[in-house]
């Protein structure tokens, strides 16, 4: 039962353009949500996240967007810069005996071209 | 900060062997961390939550005498991979749970590739 699903495996955007990545979940317990963005052989590095109390968070280039109505959450880049090329994860806390646990997504692969 | 490292990154062994993962935060103390198994292509799977002077907690369908977990420090929690096999062969990354402002925040190893052939 994949909890945090992210269904596009790949996305591939102009330099400059903005890129858009989407995740699903459907647990309504989750509380805390992540993006991660991680290099083949590496871990994972925390890129923004968001509490369920609020609907956007910023930081930068990256901005998070909140829809718990429709259990959605998506990552804006904008612009997007060749340097961004990587898998991006998703993942969800939920709180109570739970809390601290992630559950990813899938990942999705984003490549930006110059 | 908030730096945690993996040993050793890359690790080939027979099978039938035993295999030994570090977690080690290097720049904070963390009394929770969390092992993860990522096939390729696929996402990251928790498998068992290790919290420094108690049992690790085991995820289900984790085998627990086959995936030791010791977490024997406030900054060292090991993986013990027993009797490993080829369908052992994965990326296992470790994340310590660090407490930032009455929030706690994980942060991710570098992983381990482990091959067994």
């Known amino acids: 039962d994949q909890q945090v699903k992210q269904n596009s495996p790949s996305l591939s955007v102009q330099e400059g353009r903005i890129s858009i990545l989407n995740c699903d979940y459907t647990?309504?317990?989750?509380?805390?949500f992540l993006w991660y963005k991680k290099y083949p052989a590496e871990g994972p590095t925390f890129l923004i996240s968001i509490s369920s109390i609020k609907d956007k968070n910023e930081d930068g280039r990256f901005t998070v967007f909140l829809n718990k109505s429709a259990k959605h959450l998506s990552l804006h880049i904008v612009p997007s810069q060749p340097g961004d090329s990587a898998v991006y994860f998703c993942a969800a806390r939920a709180g109570g005996t739970s809390y601290g646990k992630l559950t990813f997504g899938q990942g999705t692969i984003l490549t930006v071209h110059p | 900060g908030a730096v945690v490292s993996q040993h050793p990154s890359r690790v080939i062994c027979k099978s039938g062997t035993s295999v030994k993962i570090e977690c080690r935060s290097l720049?904070?103390?963390?009394?929770?961390m969390f092992w993860y198994r990522q096939f390729p292509k696929q996402s990251l799977m928790l498998m068992a939550t290790s919290n420094e002077g108690s049992k690790a907690t085991y995820e289900q369908g984790v085998e627990k005498d086959k995936f030791l977990i010791n977490h024997a420090s406030l900054t060292l929690s090991t993986l013990t991979v027993t009797s490993a096999h080829p369908e052992d062969s994965s990326f296992y990354i470790c994340?310590?749970?660090?407490?930032?402002?009455?929030?706690?925040?994980?942060?991710f190893g570098p992983g381990t590739r482990l091959t067994v052939l």
């Open positions: 994340s310590a749970m660090e407490n930032r402002g009455g929030y706690n925040e994980q942060f």
């Open positions: 720049d904070f103390q963390a009394t929770t």
């Open positions: 647990n309504s317990m989750f509380d805390y």
